[in-house]
Antibody, heavy 124, light 110 residues
Framework: EVQLLESGGGLVQPGGSLRLSCAAS????????MSWVRQAPGKGLEWVSA????????YYADSVKGRFTISRDNSKSTLHLQMNSLRAEDTAVYYC?????????????????WGQGTLVTVSS | QSVLTQPPSASGTPGQRVTISCSGS????????VNWYHQLPGTAPKLLIY???QRPSGVPDRFSGSKSGTSASLAISGLQSEDEADYYC???????????FGGGTKLTVL
């Protein structure tokens, strides 16, 4: 069974940093692209970032570009999201999700499954 | 403002058929397949439809998807109370090199 377990969320002050992790199991991690998607309280889903199976390709939403860095450790089947210069508008539940294919922009790709999410609150 | 446009709400009575639309552009829906996700309150999103019209195992055939040009639709027939959830469409955008989501549609079963 494929499982994704996020961790690392919490309360952080504006301007601060946080590192999220997503531990994966039940599949060959390096064969699949991975992604982070967030959901602000009471709002819809917002795609944040994605990374190819090898880690050689990374993609970011404009809202986080230059502040967030996605990475992966295929030897440990773990996905990371380093979040710097955090703002109040970054407050959200952050989900990690597995792609069907290695390249995030590959034809006929999709997110499945999703983890249970980790809450990040940016507030003073 | 989401790149993909969905109606914020939809409703129907048990047994009815409802459809949820998702409008995009030539660089996203017009060029790539559309996926649909549903989300029950307090839970993580789950894949409902992939590649425009394919159902993952376990998803009832009451759910169907379609795509035409730069728009896509999700249809739910034989509406049931457990279908009350938020529904999102998503697609890859070739021009922006990003994934884009619709703003979500809250489905209410009256």
């Amino acid at each position: 069974e494929v499982q994704l377990l996020e961790s690392g969320g919490g309360l952080v002050q504006p301007g601060g940093s946080l590192r999220l992790s997503c531990a994966a199991s039940g599949f060959t991690f390096s064969n699949h692209g991975m992604s982070w998607v967030r959901q602000a309280p009471g709002k819809g889903l917002e795609w944040v970032s994605a990374i190819s199976g090898s880690g050689g390709g990374t993609y970011y939403a404009d809202s986080v570009k230059g502040r967030f860095t996605i990475s992966r450790d295929n030897s440990k089947s773990t996905l990371h999201l380093q979040m710097n210069s955090l703002r109040a508008e970054d407050t959200a539940v952050y989900y990690c999700a597995k792609f069907r294919y290695s390249r995030p922009g590959a034809e006929n790709n999709w997110f499945d499954p999703w983890g249970q999410g980790t809450l990040v609150t940016v507030s003073s | 403002q989401s790149v993909l446009t969905q109606p914020p709400s939809a409703s129907g009575t048990p047994g009815q058929r409802v459809t949820i639309s998702c409008s995009g552009s030539s660089s996203n829906i017009g060029s790539n397949t559309v996926n649909w996700y549903h989300q029950l309150p307090g839970t993580a999103p789950k894949l409902l439809i992939y590649s425009n019209n394919q159902r993952p195992s376990g998803v009832p055939d009451r759910f169907s998807g379609s795509k035409s040009g730069t728009s896509a639709s999700l249809a739910i027939s034989g509406l049931q109370s457990e279908d009350e959830a938020d529904y999102y469409c998503a697609a890859w955008d070739d021009s922006l090199n990003v994934w884009v989501f619709g703003g979500g549609t809250k489905l209410t079963v009256l």
